[in-house]
């Protein structure tokens, strides 16, 4: 069985505080692989160099929309550089949060629409974080969308009519610890739903621990949880279906799992 990781954040201290730790625990729970996932210049740079460090651990650069900000010609040429290695796998994350709205919306709109064409330019996907924001994401990405090698919806928390949009535009689905706990009912049902093809699990660790953990530090391992809850709705046997999610990703980001 093989599970990938596709949305951590192992910059932060309380993972980066115990990497090995955190490796070793992710390998007996079968996670092969962990995208670990920038969310300013800084912690995309030290992104880059975990990845650069450890054989199972890619990279992605971007400005998270809780510090987005007009995007100056070096920051923007600070990203094209980090994109030109081969363990930088996307550009991320992205997007729009007008659920917590910590920047201004045309700030935000500004920064997702100044990295999307970065993304577009140095050909790599792009990972967005979309929160109570669906339409503006829609009318800023639909446009350009053609144009980008591939995008994913991490920690995804739209309805089935919102995910039904995503697929239109061939996005991959990222489903996060989220979806263990008893309310996710909506969640649920989109996970049901989905096409295999475009399904991804991730855990955004340090965030949102999946059930039974909830209330610990979320760590990739915790991955099998996702895996384990996704895998019963559907009503599929485990092993194949964290498998097909691992070759999904492995194809989106471009990373070899060996098989
Ligand atoms: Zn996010
Ligand atoms: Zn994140």
Redesign the pocket.
């Known amino acids: 069985m093989k599970l990938v990781d596709t949305?951590?954040?192992l910059d932060f201290p309380e993972l980066l505080q115990d990497l090995e730790g955190v490796f070793v625990r992710a390998r007996k729970c079968f996670v092969e692989h962990i995208i670990t996932?920038g969310?300013d210049i800084e912690s995309s740079t030290n992104a880059l160099k975990i990845a650069r460090s450890f054989h199972s651990v890619s990279a992605t650069a971007g400005v998270?929309p809780h510090g987005a900000h007009e995007l100056s010609e070096k920051e923007i040429d600070l990203i094209r550089g980090l994109s030109s290695d081969p363990k930088l796998v996307a550009l991320g994350?992205m997007g729009l949060d007008y659920y917590r709205d910590r920047q201004p919306r045309p700030i935000q709109r500004r920064c997702f629409e100044q990295q999307l064409e970065v993304a577009i330019e140095v050909r790599k996907p792009a990972i967005f974080?979309v929160r109570d924001a669906f339409e503006d994401f829609f009318s800023i990405v639909r446009p350009v969308a053609s144009r980008l090698v591939g995008g994913v919806v991490?920690?995804f928390s739209g309805d089935w009519e919102v995910a039904k949009k995503c697929l239109d535009l061939g996005f991959y689905i990222s489903i996060p610890g989220i979806v263990t706990y008893p309310k996710a009912l909506v969640l649920q049902d989109v996970v049901k739903k989905l096409p295999i093809e475009n399904v991804l699990l991730e855990t955004?660790s340090p965030?949102l621990t999946p059930f039974p953990h909830r209330g610990k530090p979320n760590e990739p391992s915790y991955v099998f949880y996702t895996a384990e809850k996704v895998a019963q709705i559907r009503g599929e046997d485990l092993d194949s279906f964290c498998n097909q999610t691992s070759i999904n990703a492995a194809r989106i980001f471009g990373i070899s799992l060996d098989y």
């Open positions: 949305h951590a954040h996932v969310i998270h994350e974080h991490h920690c955004d965030f």
